[in-house]
C-alpha cells in the first residue's frame, strides 16, 4: 500500500496574476499621475489658451498642404487659401483677446438681445434676395469674400441665453420641469430655424449645448433620458424628410456601396486615413490632397491630418480635445458663480461635440453634416465665433482663479530697520512667607462605666447545708 502525499498548494495573492499579466500598469499609473499633476500645475486660464493655441498651428500647417492644389487650380497660386485662413484666423484671436477683457457679466446683460438678434438672422437668411444660396443651402448673409454664418453666431448666443435660464430656473424651481420646458421650447425654435436652412450638423451641435446643460444641472435621469429620445426620434425624422439626407444615411451604412455616389467622400476618406499607416506620409504629401478628396481643407481635414501625420497625429489631435474637455469642465467646477459654471458647461459641449461629430464622420461612424474641425479647419465666420467661444472658457478659468486664489502683498523693497535691543532689569519679588496654622488638640474624657454587679444565685442545697 502506497501513500500519496500532497503538495500544498502555493497562496497566491490576489491582484498578483493581475501584475504578471499587465507588467506595465503600475508604470501606465505613474506616468498619468504625472501627466495630471503636469497639468494641475499650469495656471487654468494658460493652460486653455495653450491648447487652442496648438490646435490652431496644427491647423495652419494641415490647412496649407491640403489647400495647395485646390487653391492653384482656383486661384492661381497656392498660397491664396492659406492667406485667407491666417486673416480668418488673426480676427478669431481678436475676438478672443475682445472677450477676455470683457467680463462675463456683459454678456449676460445682452442675453436677450443677442438672442432675439440670432433669431432674426436666421430668419432673414431664408429670405430670397438677402440670404446667399450656396450647394442647395441658404447659410450664409453678406457679399463676396466677406460672409458671415448666423447659424454660428446663433451658437454663441444660445450659449449664453440658456446658460442664464438654468442658472436662474434652477435656483428656484422646485421639478424638473420648470427647467426642462423652457429649454426645450428654446430648442426647438432654434433648430427648426436651422434645419429650414437646412443645417443638420449645427442643429446638433446645439442640442449637444441645450442637452450638456439640463444634465449639469441636475434634472433627473429620467428626464434627460426623454429628452434623448425626443431629439433622436425628431433628428431621424428630420434626416429622412430630405432626398440628400436620406442619400448620406444610406452611405454611411455601407459607404463602399455607393462609392462613385453618395459615399464617395467617406471611402476617399477611409483610403487616406489608411494610407497614413502609423507615422504617416509626410507633411505636405499624400494623394488624397491632389483633388481625390473633397473639402480637403474644411471638413475632411482629419484625414489629411491621418494620411500625413498617421495614427499618431490623430491620436494627438483626438487627445488635445480631449485634454480640453478636461480643462473646460475644471473651469465649470471652479467658476465663480452659477452662471459662470454653466456658461463653461454650455461652450465645452459645443467645441467638444463639433470635434466628436467631424471626427465621426470622418471616419466613417456618422453621416457626414458638414462640420468643420474647430481650430483646425479651414473656416471664416466659424473659426471666429470658435475662438470668441475659447476666449469665455479663458475668462470664465480667470474668474475662478481670482476667486479661489489668496491675495498676494505687494513686494516692497525696503532696508530693514536696525534698533537696538531693549534692555529690562530683571524684576526681583520677595517670597511671601506664610505663618502655618496651629490647631489646638482635642482633648476627649474618657467614659468611665459601672462595673456590673451580680447577685449569686441560691439553690436549694446550698440553703440545707446553710450557706
Known sequence: MSLQVSKPVPKVRRGASEEKRSPGAPRLRSTLA??????????LPTAIFGVVTWLCCIGLVMVLGASAFDSLIVYGSVWSIFEREVLWLGLGFLALLAV??????????LRVVMMIGGLLLLVA?????????????????GFGQLRV????LMKFAFAVFAADLVARRSAIAKEARQVVAPVLVL???VCLLVLAQPDMGTAVVIGCIGFGLLVASGVRARSVAKVLGALAVFSGLAALAEPYRRARLLSFVNPFAHANGS?????????????????GVGIGGGHQVWGLLPNAQTDFIFSVIG???????????IASFGLLAFLGLRAAAGARDRFDSFLAVAVTCWLVSQAVINVGAVIGLMPVTGIPLPFVSYGGSAMVVDMAGAGLLVRIARNGLHRTAPA?????????ARTAPARTAPTRTAPTRTAPIRTAPTRTAPTRTAPTRTAPTRTALSRRSGV
Open 100 to 109: 477676455l477683457r470683457v467680463d462675463t457679466t456683459f454678456w449676460r446683460r
Open 307 to 317: 494620411e500625413q501625420a498617421g495614427l499618431l497625429g490623430t491620436l494627438l489631435v
Open 34 to 43: 504625472r501627466i495630471r499633476s503636469a497639468i494641475e500645475a499650469v495656471p
Open 125 to 141: 437668411v431664408l429670405v430670397p434676395g438677402v440670404g446667399v444660396r450656396t450647394g442647395g443651402s441658404s447659410r450664409w448673409i
Open 149 to 152: 454664418q448666423p447659424s454660428e
Open 187 to 189: 430648442l426647438g425654435a
Open 408 to 416: 498676494r502683498p505687494a513686494r516692497t523693497r525696503t532696508a530693514p
Open 263 to 279: 459615399g464617395y467622400q467617406v471611402v476617399q476618406s477611409l483610403v487616406g486615413l489608411g494610407s497614413g499607416h502609423l507615422t
